[in-house]
């Protein structure tokens, strides 16, 4: 099982050129056994339930082999670094460590092969459940035999919390599951957000197991790395 690294970045009022995308994407290139990265940046979608205002500005997904090669790296200049680009230098950054869970989907495809970005759909619980366990059995178990029929669909992952080191200096979030959902287009992820496999996904969330806080979805360009 794979972990992550995300770090989230609200720019106060600047803006990510797209000279500063590409070389964000040179320096995580960089990063000392890091596997992949997403860089997500905003896009636009309707969802016929939610409409989740001040989505951040960027955020990146950093995914290792092992949680030991993650906490080095957080050590190490590239990511120590990243406020030399200009636009990060006075961004507000929060940082969370968790573990991939990957499921299968009908149709799988990482990345546009055009090498537009593709969208994803990033989704996070950021309270607590009366019931952990209960509730991740549930979601694992039941919610994503949903998530698996939406139209479209290439890619779908949920987060879950680990105790971990990072030595980055941002403050630490502890959302108790983040999830993605990933698609060719903003448009081909408003036709599934509008499709029958929501609905029932929306009729399911309430058979959730109790649970408090906000839960936030946010539409996101999204630009795979390769080290």
């Known amino acids: 099982m ?10 106060r009022g600047a803006s990510l050129s797209g000279d500063d995308v ?4 040179e320096t995580l290139k960089t990063i000392p056994k890091l596997a992949k990265a997403l860089i997500h940046t905003l896009s636009n979608a309707s969802d016929p339930y939610v409409k989740d205002e001040g989505p951040p500005d960027l955020v990146l ?3 290792f082999a092992t949680l030991p ?5 957080t050590a190490q200049p590239p990511l120590q670094r990243l406020g030399d680009i200009a ?5 507000d950054v929060t940082q969370q460590i968790m573990a991939v869970r990957s499921f299968a989907v009908p149709e799988p495809r990482f990345g546009n092969p055009s090498g537009t970005p593709y969208c994803t759909y990033l989704v996070s619980y950021e309270g607590e459940a009366q019931d952990l366990n209960a509730w991740l059995h549930h ?3 039941h919610h994503t035999g949903h998530m698996v029929r939406f139209p479209g669909l290439r890619e779908l992952e949920v987060y879950t919390r680990v105790d971990a080191v990072s030595l980055l200096p941002w403050p ?3 959302a108790m599951q983040r999830n993605k959902v990933a698609f060719d287009s903003p448009e081909a992820l408003t036709q599934a957000l509008h499709s029958p496999v929501r609905h029932e996904m ?15 979805h946010y539409a996101m360009a999204t630009r795979a790395v390769q080290p």
């Open 87 to 91: 636009a990060l230098a006075v961004a």
């Open 139 to 141: 979601y694992l178990e």
């Open 61 to 63: 997904q950093l995914y």
């Open 69 to 73: 090669d993650l906490e080095a790296a």
């Open 2 to 11: 794979h972990t992550c690294l995300f770090l989230i970045f609200r720019l």
């Open 22 to 25: 590409a070389k964000l994407g």
């Open 202 to 216: 929306r009729a399911d969330f309430h058979t959730f197991p109790s649970f408090t806080g906000p839960n936030y």
């Open 172 to 174: 630490r979030l502890n």
